[in-house]
């Protein structure tokens, strides 16, 4: 068992960046960087402090990560609470809440997905995939349509400029999603080992 | 040859597949008998034979079009899984999810419908399914549109596997549609027809079932926040997409079967070609760009969209129904052909297609829809192609297995009856459409003009005739899929 102290220093450090007040000014200064940049930048820290995990936490949690399952599970769920407008706005008032945001989006959604994702089978993340293009088109178009603010900390054009790019992103991964399945390659992973019983 | 043993070792099912067949194939014959049953109960109502109110004919007709589209694609993904499941892995739970899937989902519909009182139709334009001026509840539309949403998931779940199994064995999905040959190459002779069509369809529909998961959520938090106001022609444009993607990967699901049973019956092998493959590759493109052919009528869409819905109208289908009825064609001529029910379904279903889509081609062209689209040419167009077309496809896959079990009498004589009663039944009953089309009979219409009786009346007794008929197949299937395998054959014998 072997802390990766170097990676895991860098995390907190990190996460201290994100936390700092210049940074939280910068990031929190309009609804699309906060949904857009910050916390996507915090689920990413997650990731990376997966690879920073000892060995034997990676086996405790894979014991109950069967196929990556309770791992994409618990992501998508933590990530519903933070697509709502309201825990966006709430934790640019709130010191606690945002406590929790800055807790729960780097430990509950990035450390979960990276942890699972190798587990999980290609129908596990065909599913997510299609269910994160679908959303952002949902988030998207509501964004866009909605004629009155959904947080009170950000202006109308800004929410509407959020709608816009998250349109955007849908559609790049859903070009993505199809170039990889036309003419991608693909690691065969747990599917290949769940070949021989499951008929 | 492999390819021609009429019961091949690798169709063999194992018990649990047995029963997940079993379900899927009685279930739908049995919804079959129903939706039809509510069809001949509508055209009986609209020929003035039967007093239906307004209000529950369009209850009606809203489960007869749901019923029918879902069922369709029930029984056809079931024939897809049947023969690629040969070819690469396909889990069973996936299979069996769908089925789930689906069963929720109808009751959600059943629900919706018969005690929610919805009678606002699949397809329904926004502000539809809400805005139901009293008639129904808003959560009888959040029940109907919950229902799709179950159903294309658990399409959506298969598909997934099917990717899943087509991507291990062949790299990716643009291998195994056969690009790599488009341009030459060597093509090898193996790679089956089943593996290019399924590959198809899981792109085009899951694509079709993605913009469904969109628009069909958006409506469900347009009922919860009734301030959030959709574009119409957005709206229209997702919810055709989704609805057209689906029923039309049911004749590409469908014709499997033809691929895979034609050579057994000719006793002639049915080789892959080039223009085979071109014509699937193009028609993946094509069948996801053609659904603005649904809404030439809307003025306020781009020109260039309604422009581009004609012209790849007129292509979509073309390229594979040509290559596909052409290479039948050619692998049953001379060939001593063995004529039983199945062989005889799988003809009468390429008639079908054929003649099916010369209406969706016409209907396809600007000028002509202005003035058709809104008649009974349409539903002409789409019961032609359903129900002379897919549902043969799907029921020559039925007979074909039921050929294997025990005591099974091949080609008895009211099946050489049945056959008959069912495409005169079918004849009559899509031509009155069309000439009910020609006479510019509104669709969707419960009660109609005296002058539009006529159509009516002709088309409730072809209706009739293929009630009758289908209650037949139904029975005679239903009663052989229970059977036990006949020892004789090593497929479909349990594991």
New interface residues.
């Given amino acids: 068992m072997r802390l990766r102290l170097p990676t895991i220093a860098a995390c907190v450090m990190a996460v201290l960046v994100l936390v700092s007040p210049p940074a939280r000014a910068w990031l929190e200064s309009s609804m699309t960087a906060q949904m857009l940049v910050q916390l996507p930048l915090l689920a990413a820290v997650g990731a990376w402090m997966a690879s920073a995990l000892p060995a034997s936490a990676g086996e405790w949690f894979a014991r109950r990560d069967r196929w990556g399952i309770n791992g994409l599970l618990l992501a998508s769920m933590t990530s519903l609470v933070w697509m709502l407008p309201r825990a966006l706005d709430a934790a640019v008032d709130d010191a606690w809440i945002a406590g929790a945001k800055f807790a729960t989006i780097p430990l509950l959604i990035g450390m979960p997905l990276a942890l699972s994702w190798r587990r999980a089978s290609l129908v596990l993340r065909g599913v997510f995939l299609a269910e994160t293009i679908a959303t952002c088109f949902r988030l998207g178009w509501l964004y866009q349509v909605s004629p009155q603010r959904l947080c009170s900390n950000y202006l109308l054009n800004d929410q509407q400029r959020l709608g816009y790019w998250l349109l955007v992103i849908g559609a790049a991964l859903f070009v993505l999603l199809m170039g990889k399945l036309l003419a991608g390659r693909f690691d065969p992973g747990p599917d290949a080992q769940m070949q021989g019983g499951e008929r | 040859m492999a390819a021609l043993t009429m019961y091949p070792e690798s169709e063999r099912l194992?018990a649990g597949?047995r029963v997940a067949f079993n379900l899927y194939m009685i279930s739908a014959v049995v919804l079959f008998v129903l939706m039809m049953l509510l069809g001949v109960i509508m055209r009986m109502a609209q020929g003035t034979w039967l007093e239906v109110a307004p209000d529950l004919f369009y209850r009606l007709l809203s489960m007869h079009g749901a019923g029918m589209v879902g069922t369709m694609g029930m029984v056809t993904t079931a024939v897809m899984w049947f023969f690629l499941r040969k070819y690469v892995?396909?889990?069973?739970?996936?299979f069996v999810a769908n089925y789930v899937l689906f069963l929720l989902g109808a009751l959600c519909i059943i629900a919706a419908i018969f005690v929610g009182r919805y009678g606002g139709l699949w397809t329904f334009l926004y502000p539809l399914p809400t805005h139901s001026m009293g008639m129904w509840p808003d959560a009888s539309a959040a029940w109907f549109m919950i229902g799709y949403l179950l159903i294309g998931v658990g399409m959506?779940?298969f598909y997934?596997?099917a990717?899943?199994g087509l991507?291990?064995k062949y790299?990716?999905?643009?291998r195994s549609l056969g690009?790599q040959w488009l341009f030459g190459g060597r093509i090898d002779p193996e790679h089956p027809k089943a593996v290019v069509a399924s590959t198809m369809v899981i792109?085009a529909n899951?694509l079709g079932i993605?913009a469904g998961?969109?628009i069909l959520?958006?409506y469900l938090?347009g009922i919860v926040y009734p301030?959030?106001?959709?574009?119409p022609l957005?709206a229209k444009n997702l919810t055709y997409w989704f609805g057209h993607m689906y029923i039309n990967a049911t004749i590409y699901m469908g014709v499997i079967a033809v691929y895979e049973l034609l050579a057994r019956y000719s006793g002639r092998p049915y080789a892959i070609s080039r223009p085979f493959l071109w014509s699937w590759a193009a028609s993946t493109l094509f069948v996801i760009i053609v659904f603005p052919h649904h809404l030439l009528m809307d003025y306020a869409q781009p020109r260039w969209v309604s422009i581009t819905g004609q012209i790849i109208s007129y292509s979509a289908g073309f390229p594979v129904f040509l290559v596909t009825v052409w290479g039948a064609l050619a692998n049953i001529h001379r060939s001593g052909m063995r004529w039983s029910m199945p062989s005889r379904l799988m003809i009468l279903s390429l008639f079908g297609w054929a003649a099916g889509i010369v209406p969706a081609i016409l209907d396809g062209t600007i000028s002509i829809n202005r003035v058709m689209h809104n008649t009974q040419w349409v539903p002409g167009h789409f019961h032609f192609y359903l129900l002379l077309g897919v549902l043969p496809m799907a029921l020559a896959l039925m007979y074909h297995v039921i050929g294997s079990r025990r005591n099974q009498v091949s080609n008895s004589a009211a099946d050489r009856l049945g056959l008959p009663i069912y495409l005169l039944g079918g004849l009559i009953f899509t031509l009155a459409f069309l000439a009910a089309g020609h006479l510019s009979v509104a669709r969707r219409m419960s009660s109609h003009l005296p002058e539009w009786i006529f159509t009516d009346q002709v088309g409730a007794v072809g209706a009739i005739l293929v009630l009758l008929a289908m209650i037949y197949f139904a029975t005679r299937i239903t009663i052989g899929l229970l059977r036990g395998p006949d020892s004789g054959h090593a497929a479909h014998a349990a594991a």
Avoid: P
């Fill in positions: 194992s597949e892995t396909l889990h069973l739970w996936a959506l779940l997934l596997d990717t899943a991507v291990r790299g990716n999905l643009g690009l792109i899951s993605i998961a969109v959520v958006m938090v301030e959030f106001k959709l574009d957005v």
